[in-house]
Every structure is written in structure tokens, then in C-alpha cells.
């Protein structure tokens, strides 16, 4: 693969890479500690966020909440918590949001969210929200949040049709949203033709590319069958063979995701999502070689 001029990028984008970086909360000490010096590597890139992911069926409410409070506090970062309408009536949703306004959280990720593991589809609360459109508008009542929302650009499990589910985003957009955020995806031409789609459906807010570096091919391929991403033969080709050499995976994965952004600055997107797994380096060096450097030291007295 041949890299185009960096200098094109330049004279495409209408301004400043602008990157952020997804966590999830941890669950055991030793998990904290690898989150939070993934969150201290990655600060100085100066994120637009971070987000912090909220486990099916709301099971890492309290930790979700400590995670984001504590970047809050100890880094300056701005971020934003996950936030679904799985297993809770409105009244319990509405106080978790509270909670974060009141502790300075102004960026709420909405998601319908996904059933506990085994429990089967998504089925509503009966005095819950019943979808994320549905929970975007009672967040608008409470308080004026910045409101991401996900999208899917080879589809939701559950969708039935293409147009339905475009429709369906439009609607979380008029209740609210101010972004949209993709789920990963590997073929770059999927993000645009979905793109296309999405603008002719009349939805004019951001749509920001997700990217996930791998750095376990036989987990991707089957976290990617659940949720409906697709898998291309030449990433395969990539990483076969590599199954005990992890060191060379990691070099393929940083390859690929940057390959993989590079096209997209080529053809004009200016900001990005990373899927960051809680490790830091691999999405570190993906910024590197897109040119987004340290900017400041945050979290300092925290890393003392």
C-alpha cells in the first residue's frame, strides 16, 4: 500500500484533525490502573473526548459514573459518558443523567443499549424509554448536553431495512443529536457510500468515522459477526499466520488503521473516533503518523 502526498490531506480538510478516544470501565484495580495510564498516554493528544462505555443492561452504571467524574477531575479532559435506556424506567435514567450535569458532565453518548447477554432482542422498560430517539428527547428536558449518538454503516443486528434505519437516525438527529458516531468498520468505501446516504436522507450533522486498530484477529471476527460488521479477505490475509506473534499484529494493526484513516483524510474527513480497548500505544502511534502530536501535559499531578 502507497501513502498519497501528506500534503494533499492538508489541502482537503477544512481544518485541524480533530480525534477522540473511547474507554470502557474497568473491573478490577489491576484494570483500572492499565485504564488510567491509557487515558494519561493519550491526554497530551489533546482528544476533542473521551467517552466512556456503559456495559449491556446498564451493569457498569457506578463505575461509568466514577471513570468519567474521575477524568473530569484529575486530567481536564472533556468527557462523555455512555448512557442507555436498558432495564431502567425513565425516572432512574433521568437521575443517572442528573447525577452527571451535576457533576460536570455536559456530553452524554445515547444508546438504546444492548440486553444483557442471554436475556434475547431488546425489549423496552415498561416505564422506561423505549428507544434512543426516545431517551435523546427526555435529555433535551433536563438539560442543554451535548448528545452523540451511534450509527451503522453496514446496518444494526436488528434492523430490517437500510431506509428504516436511515430514517430512524434522522429522528434521533430532529430529537436532538448534535453527532453521530460509526460503529468500526475496515472498508473505507462503506463509510462513504453510507455517508452519501445519510446526507441525501437530510442528516447534516457529523457523521465521525469509528476505528478500531485490532489487536486480536479471531476476537474482531467474531465480536464483528454479532454486530454485523464485516470482515474483508484482505485483512484476514493480514493477520494470518500471526496468531503467537503478537508483536508482529501489533506493527499490521497500526499498518492497516493508519492506512485505513489516511484514506479517509484523502477524502476529506477531518476527525476520527478510536476504539481504544484501553490500550493506549497502538492508537498513540496511529495519531503520530496522522500528524496529531502532544499539545500540553494533562493529568500530570495525577501520573505523580
Known sequence: ????????????????????????PPKTPEMEESLWRSVLRLAPLNPRFVSVTYGAGGSTRERTHNTVVRILKETGLSPAAHLTCVGAARGEVDEVAEHYWQAGIR???????????????????ADGYANSTDLIAGLRKLHDFEISVGCYPEGHPDST???????????????????CITQYFFDTDVYFRFLDRARSAGITVPIVPGILPVTNFRQVTRFSAACGASV???????????????????MVAAHVAAEQCRRLLAAGID?????????????????HVLGVRPQQTVGSEAAA
Open 161 to 179: 431495512s437500510p431506509r428504516l434505519e436511515l430514517e430512524h437516525l434522522k429522528r434521533k438527529v430532529d430529537a436532538g443529536a448534535t453527532r
Open 107 to 125: 456530553h452524554i453518548v445515547a444508546l438504546r443499549g444492548d440486553a444483557p447477554e442471554g436475556t434475547g432482542k431488546f425489549v423496552p422498560h
Open 232 to 250: 474483508p479477505a484482505w485483512l484476514a490475509d493480514m493477520f494470518d499466520g500471526l496468531d503467537d506473534d503478537a508483536e508482529t499484529r501489533r
Open 1 to 24: 500500500m502507497t501513502f498519497p502526498d501528506s500534503n494533499a490531506y492538508a489541502a482537503r480538510r477544512p481544518g485541524p484533525l480533530k480525534v477522540s478516544f473511547e474507554f470502557f
Open 271 to 287: 476527525e476520527f473516533h478510536f476504539y481504544t480497548l484501553n490500550r493506549a500505544d497502538l492508537t498513540y502511534a496511529i495519531c
